[in-house]
């Protein structure tokens, strides 16, 4: 096989993995956040729909963050900060996704319930 094909062989694998990488964490983070919101009073997701675009907002927002300040929302690993930024983007994703509903109080004790399970969870998910 001449160099070029090995290179666009190993291109095109590389491409697969990504897209697989990234459906597993959407994945991860959809079934986190189904868990969170199930043992957190005040947190409510209305159907699958909106867990799956919920899941979305929330990697999207943590992207955003990471990229433009680089801060991890990881109420465990990045201390109070990281802690602060995961109550936040819990609370601020109620206003892009409908069906999804979330008081302060709920953010507060979703992100410490977030935090554990995501902790427990292999992989590297992040809010």
């Not at 291109?11 to 986190?32: H, K």
């Given at each position: 096989?001449?160099?070029?094909?090995?290179?666009?062989?190993?291109?095109s694998?590389?491409?697969?993995?990504?897209?697989?990488?990234i459906?597993?964490?959407?994945?991860?983070?959809?079934i986190i956040l189904?868990?969170?919101?199930?043992?957190?009073?005040?947190?409510?997701?209305?159907n699958?729909?909106s867990?799956?675009?919920?899941?979305?907002?929330?990697?999207?927002?943590?992207?955003?963050?990471?990229?433009f300040?680089?801060l991890?929302?990881?109420?465990?690993?990045?201390?109070?900060?990281g802690?602060?930024?995961?109550?936040?983007i819990?609370?601020?994703?109620?206003?892009?996704?409908?069906?999804?509903?979330?008081?302060?109080m709920?953010?507060i004790?979703?992100?410490?319930?977030y935090?554990?399970i995501?902790?427990?969870?292999p992989g590297?998910q992040?809010?």
């Amino acid at each position: 096989m001449s160099e070029n094909n090995q290179q666009a062989n190993v291109q095109s694998n590389n491409t697969t993995s990504t897209a697989w990488q990234i459906i597993g964490r959407l994945v991860a983070a959809a079934i986190i956040l189904a868990i969170t919101a199930f043992f957190t009073p005040g947190f409510q997701i209305n159907n699958f729909w909106s867990l799956a675009v919920a899941a979305v907002v929330l990697t999207l927002l943590d992207y955003l963050i990471v990229k433009f300040t680089g801060l991890h929302a990881s109420p465990f690993g990045k201390g109070f900060v990281g802690f602060v930024l995961s109550v936040v983007i819990l609370y601020v994703t109620q206003y892009f996704v409908a069906g999804y509903s979330i008081s302060w109080m709920a953010a507060i004790i979703g992100a410490l319930i977030y935090g554990i399970i995501d902790y427990f969870i292999p992989g590297e998910q992040q809010m």
